[in-house]
């Protein structure tokens, strides 16, 4: 018994320590400048007071290629409440304006950003993250699943009502 409380209680400080640790890089949203594939820059200006959602993906990722499509449906539906970014972790823009030339992707694309990644502690592909309009983690979904395209439907819905 003893053993399953302490089991239990460093459960819950981990957790807790992966909360805060996903705010405080959320709160820091606003204060990277992303390089988008056509060369403008996403600032502060650009972030503040919007809800965004953060996709991160690679070329090679199937499971990235395969959920473009519901994305993009999303990112129709509500293409006037939110900021549709995504991350590649490709460093090349010409092959990323290839691929999406090949299979179009509606997001504003961006160049990778290895501080902003390594902050929202991205290690999985595809990975999405929605931040309300002050800049925090509301929603963050790691891997391709219908399950987690659902979640994330459900919680843009709770932001923009």
Request: net charge positive; with cysteine.
């Amino acid at each position: 018994m003893v053993n399953l409380n302490k089991a239990l209680i460093l459960i819950i400080v981990y957790i807790g320590c992966l909360m805060s640790s996903m705010e405080l890089s959320a709160q820091n949203l606003h204060s990277y400048k992303l390089i988008t594939t056509k060369n403008d820059t996403l600032s502060r200006a650009n972030l503040e007071e919007k809800i965004v959602l953060l996709n991160f993906w690679f070329i090679g990722c199937y499971p990235c290629m395969k959920e473009i499509p519901e994305l993009n449906k999303i990112a129709l539906s509500y293409k006037d409440r939110i900021m549709f970014i995504a991350i590649s972790k490709d460093n090349s823009k010409e092959q990323i304006n290839y691929f999406i030339k090949k299979f179009p992707f509606l997001f504003t694309q961006v160049l990778p950003n290895e501080e902003l990644s390594k902050s929202l502690e991205i290690t999985l592909y595809p990975t999405n993250i929605l931040f309300n309009k002050d800049g925090k983690v509301v929603f963050k979904a790691e891997g391709y699943t219908e399950n987690n395209l659902d979640s994330l439907k459900r919680e843009i819905e709770k932001l923009i009502k």
